[in-house]
């Protein structure tokens, strides 16, 4: 999955980054609000966490415009103030959550994986294609009850493929929710993962040329 920080403070920012990413997530970071507005209004993320006070447009203003523009990606609002008028102000402006800083990443975390869930976003945390499972609570894949072990990046790409089975899904769009925008992708990287995969669960991924990838049994 692909989350958005819209957080000025660099060293926050870098540091959940860093959290998320070892958790299996890309992740893109902007700065201010108007670079936060514009990612989260031209790319497509899981969750966006942004801090309530950012330099250009504040978060408040950021989320109302979001919605607005009938844009209902989960926020998680930050905040360095406790006061409820600002938690409240947030929320009122089509936040999903807040959270307030300082904060521990473990609940920050769990706030995420909650939003991910919610019903409206219809997202599972155990997924089937055939004789193949994933489960994004423990990140586990097993074949026929055997465990496979993979990599982050493998473990994203199969989730991706996953969650849309007997779906044709292109190179751009692979790297678009797997890589952070700022990844240096080189243009054979996704034939290197989708082979590795392969080579773990033979039969399953398919190549569509000229298309992309998809995932199913094979007909």
Not at 70 to 91: R, W
Not at 125 to 147: F, I, M, P, S, W
């Amino acid at each position: 999955m692909r989350l958005l920080v819209v957080e000025d403070e660099h060293k926050i920012a870098a540091a959940l980054k860093k959290g998320l990413e070892q958790e299996n997530y890309a992740v893109d970071l902007a700065y201010d609000g108007e670079e936060g507005y514009d990612f989260a209004s031209t790319e497509d993320y899981a969750v966006i966490i942004l801090d309530l006070m950012l330099p250009k447009m504040d978060g408040v203003t950021v989320c109302k415009k979001l919605r607005e523009d009938n844009i209902h990606t989960p926020i998680l609002m930050l905040t360095a103030k406790g006061e409820l008028d600002d938690k409240v102000s947030g929320l009122n402006s089509g936040a999903d959550d807040y959270l307030t800083k300082p904060f521990a990443f473990a609940e920050l975390l769990a706030r995420v994986k909650a939003l991910t869930r919610r019903p409206k976003h219809t997202t599972q945390t155990k997924l089937k294609v055939a004789d193949l499972t994933l489960n994004t609570n423990n990140y586990e894949v097993k074949r026929n009850a055997k465990v496979i072990q993979l990599s982050k990046k493998e473990f994203a790409l199969l989730e991706y493929l996953m969650r849309h089975p007997n779906t044709i899904l292109s190179k751009d769009q692979i790297i678009a929710h797997i890589w952070d925008y700022e990844a240096d992708v080189l243009p054979n990287t996704v034939e290197v993962y989708i082979g590795y995969l392969r080579r773990k669960l033979p039969n399953l991924i398919h190549t569509i040329r000229g298309f992309g990838y998809k995932i199913g049994e094979a007909k």
